[in-house]
């Protein structure tokens, strides 16, 4: 039995530094998302899946990624095992959405960074059983055939968008009384918090493979309320809440791969798990009544509220999924996974549930190659070459408004553009690929003076496969 050690490249470590710093410090700096609804709880959710897994509609639960090109799949950490050399995963993403109510609609555009991720093997396990000779695979010289390396330890950091908010609505509402006048109500929000994680995967007995994701959550989300009068005898009202969220969270995922047909198939099973955790959090509360300049700018009169809350947390929710896949070979993966959120057990700084419920999510997807020689040249070979995935979900939101919770489904459509083979040994090869996905769906309604959104999401990732490391061998 031989074991492999990696240990990266020095200069390589000053690379991943800079990459980490610049790829922070673009997704603090831009929200992405203008939905309304994001005025509750942490705002808008992203389920932060890789691109590859936004093609097959989201799925991410039960899926290893176990051939070439290697991704990060940080949602569930026991893939980490599924990881055969050094991946960086980065995506990107646009957004166009109608939001309409019953009256009116409008269309917001937005566009950010959704994630970066490394993901790595670290420890390797290299076994020799006795087999027939007349397996194609059988060295008749050594009389043994030797079985590919398995990653017994793998790992991946990264940062990734945990939620986003940026919106701004405003409700018109004419005082039939006559004692204020028109009354308008304005609702502005933005920022958000972001996930810093590092996990690890063991596989302590072949096939099962246990993982944890060890993440840091952390920014800053700010809501905004204005109440503004016609009427210039009345004060206008303007109260502002900022959360600084910053603490750590956990998250824990399992996966069973069972072969079939002489290993030609691959049956995985799923699931991951979170159970609720105080997240440390401080929030300060400022009211205050002005009037308009000439020029439109606020001239404040009084402070009427100040409050502040240092040492605080937020209660993220409980949270757990179970999927299943079965792989054809490297020519087709079929899948399906159910998650739920519980939302009813979160709690802000103030101790409010903020009109959230438990949530569901379910997906269904598939993806296809098809067989073609990697030595075949033209155009008509390279799509046979390429990577087709569809998929859909249909789920309830965490937003329940009016005594009506909101629903959410989707349908998804995706490809994997590979780019060119090289050696890396062994017989082994490594290749990078990028993925686009596209999304299109709708959530909400326009019932009970509420809002429908349509929209559509593109994803653009970039995953590069190389050898990074250096190995050094102990028999």
């Known amino acids: 039995m031989k074991f492999t050690y990696t240990t990266l490249r020095q200069s390589l470590l000053s690379l991943m530094f800079i990459l980490l710093s610049g790829w922070a410090f673009f997704s603090m700096a831009q929200p992405a998302n203008n939905s309304p609804y994001a005025r509750y709880g942490l705002g808008n959710l992203n389920n932060g899946a890789n691109v590859r ?143 810093f994680f590092v996990g690890v995967g063991l596989e302590p007995v072949k096939n099962l493979s246990i993982g944890f994701n060890a993440s840091y959550l952390f920014g800053r989300m700010n809501r905004i309320q204005r109440v503004e009068f016609d009427d210039e005898n009345y004060f206008n009202v303007k109260s502002e809440r900022y959360t600084d969220v910053g603490g750590f969270y956990v998250d824990y995922g399992l996966q ?58 937020i209660t993220m929710p409980w949270k757990y999924g179970f999927g299943m896949t079965w792989k054809g070979g490297d020519n087709w993966l079929v899948g399906v996974e159910h998650a739920q959120e519980l939302w009813s057990s979160y709690r802000d700084v103030d101790g409010r549930n903020d009109s959230l419920a438990d949530a569901w999510r379910t997906s269904i997807g598939f993806e296809y190659k098809p067989s073609i020689a990697e030595t075949n040249r033209g155009i008509w070979a390279y799509f046979g070459k390429m990577h087709y995935r569809l998929g859909g979900y249909y789920a309830m939101s965490q937003y329940k408004l009016n005594d009506t919770q909101l629903p959410e489904y989707g349908i998804t459509l995706g490809f994997g553009f590979p780019l060119r083979r090289t050696r890396a040994g062994n017989g082994k090869y490594v290749q990078s690929m990028v993925n686009f996905a596209v999304e299109w769906g709708q959530r909400g309604l326009t019932d009970k003076s509420l809002l429908l959104e349509n929209y559509w999401n593109f994803k653009l990732g970039f995953t590069l496969n190389d050898r990074w490391f250096i190995k050094r061998k102990y028999e």
Request: glycine content about 10%.
């Open 256 to 313: 069973y791969a069972l072969g079939l047909k002489n290993g030609r198939h691959v049956l995985t099973f799923g699931s991951t798990f979170a159970h609720p955790m105080k997240v440390r959090a401080n929030s300060s509360l400022l009211g205050r009544t002005y009037t308009l300049t000439t020029f439109g700018e606020d001239l404040f009169r009084d402070t009427i509220v100040f409050s502040e809350i240092k040492g605080g947390h």
């Open 53 to 195: 897994s936004a093609g097959i509609g989201g799925m991410s639960i039960a899926m290893r990624e176990d051939s070439i090109p290697y991704l990060v799949n940080f949602l569930n950490p026991a893939s980490y095992t599924s990881i055969g050399f050094t991946a960086f995963d980065i995506g990107v993403y646009g957004n166009t959405a109608t939001i309409s109510s019953s009256t009116a609609s409008e269309t917001v555009n937005r566009a950010n960074l959704s994630y970066f991720a490394f993901g790595f093997p670290i420890l390797k396990i290299r076994i020799k059983n006795e087999r027939d000779s007349l397996d194609p695979d059988y060295d008749i010289d050594r009389k043994v055939r030797t079985v590919k390396k398995r990653t017994l330890w793998g790992g991946a950091f990264g940062l990734r968008e945990f939620s986003s908010i940026k919106y701004a609505a405003t409700n018109s509402i004419i005082d039939t009384t006559s004692l204020f006048g028109n009354i308008n109500y304005q609702f502005q929000g933005n920022g958000g918090t972001n996930q």
